[in-house]
């Protein structure tokens, strides 16, 4: 089964399939990985204010694309509106704000990072109270902040608008306004969302993976608080024998499967040698047969890793996207 390279969007623009994460990585440590990146191949660069890193990512680009136009258009660069800007009259702050860092005249696609809102504390993205839990804003109107989301990409400073971690009920919420370009979510071997994948491409909404390779430094940090068993995805049996069968990684082989599933990926990494492994997943092909073993592997909802529950009081909101 052959992947194509990109997703077709509306105005013949191309969103890679495979792409370049970016979180946790600290700003020295990511300047040069994109410089990596970019040396291997990658164009899609996938970033949030939230990651505190956009002025590292920026950097890096901007002397890669060296004033040239033409090179610009080549990338295709995504960053999110972080929680403390889910109200409407927050956007156009929070959107300059990544757009100044960035040092980009346009982002390619801007999304919604997450539906559920924490109040606007200057200086601070990630405001707390005294005991831990975040400060939260219950009085999100998710759809208002998706019209003023739109108005950016009428104003030409944003080629496409999307969304992540939202649900069914939310996305179709948002269809009624206007479709998202894209949907954002954790998607692996282990958590293969198979139902949110079948609406959305009902709704033809192209999905992108985070998370792909099961995000070992969250992993370990929620395993270490919650004492739950986290299993390593680069170190499951099945993923292992069928590595060695192709002569692969085993990262290889979980963003191979995430391809023929049929959704884009992106990646983190910051080491130069898996950087570009990462992205030479397209001249190969896994068989029916390793396809059915990595699929039974899915856990469903107990194989979701990211689940918010590290922004303490997140799941009081209404309009929080992971209802069990
Ligand atoms: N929208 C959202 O809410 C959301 C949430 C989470 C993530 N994301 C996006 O998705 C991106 C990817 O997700 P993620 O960072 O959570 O996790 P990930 O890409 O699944 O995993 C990253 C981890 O895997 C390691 N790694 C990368 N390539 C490897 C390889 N070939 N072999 C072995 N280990 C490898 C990395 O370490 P090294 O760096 O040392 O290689 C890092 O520890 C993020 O960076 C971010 O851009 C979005």
């Not at 998202?180 to 609406?199: D, M, N, R, S």
């Amino acid at each position: 089964m052959s992947v194509p390279k990109y997703f077709e969007l509306e105005d013949g623009d191309r969103l890679p399939r495979i792409g370049f994460g970016t979180w946790q990585a600290p700003p020295d440590v990511l300047e040069k990985a994109v410089d990596a990146a970019l040396e291997a191949g990658y164009r899609h660069f996938d970033s949030a204010r939230a990651y505190e890193n956009e002025d590292a990512l920026g950097r890096a680009l901007n002397r890669w694309i060296g004033g040239d136009a033409a090179k610009r258009k080549e990338l295709f660069v995504v960053t999110k509106l972080p929680p403390s800007g889910n109200r409407p009259e927050s956007v156009e702050e929070y959107f300059e704000a990544s757009r100044r860092d960035l040092g980009l005249d346009y982002i390619d696609l801007y999304l919604i990072h997450v539906p559920f809102a924490f109040e606007h504390v200057p200086g601070d993205l990630h405001p707390k109270n005294p005991d831990g839990s975040m400060k939260m804003d219950y009085s999100t109107d998710l759809v208002g902040v998706w019209k003023e989301v739109l108005k950016l990409k009428k104003s030409g400073r944003v080629r496409h608008v999307g969304v992540s971690n939202m649900n069914e009920e939310q996305l179709s919420r948002l269809c009624a306004v206007e479709k998202p370009a894209c949907l954002q979510v954790e998607v692996h071997v282990l958590f293969q969302q198979k139902k949110l994948i079948a609406a959305t491409k009902q709704l033809g909404i192209p999905i992108v993976a985070y998370s792909p390779l099961g995000s070992k430094a969250l992993a370990d940090v929620l395993a270490a608080k919650t004492g739950r068993n986290y299993p390593n995805l680069l170190e499951l049996p099945t993923v292992l024998n069928i590595a060695k069968a192709h002569s692969r990684t085993p990262a290889q082989v979980l963003l191979r499967f995430l391809l023929q599933h049929g959704v884009a990926c992106i990646p983190k990494s910051t080491d130069p040698t898996r950087i570009q492994q990462n992205l030479s997943v397209l001249d190969f092909e896994l068989n029916k047969n390793e396809m059915q073993e990595l699929a039974a592997l899915d856990r469903g909802e107990d194989g979701r890793i990211c689940d918010f529950m590290f922004f303490v009081g997140a799941e009081k909101h209404t309009e929080f996207p992971f209802k069990k």
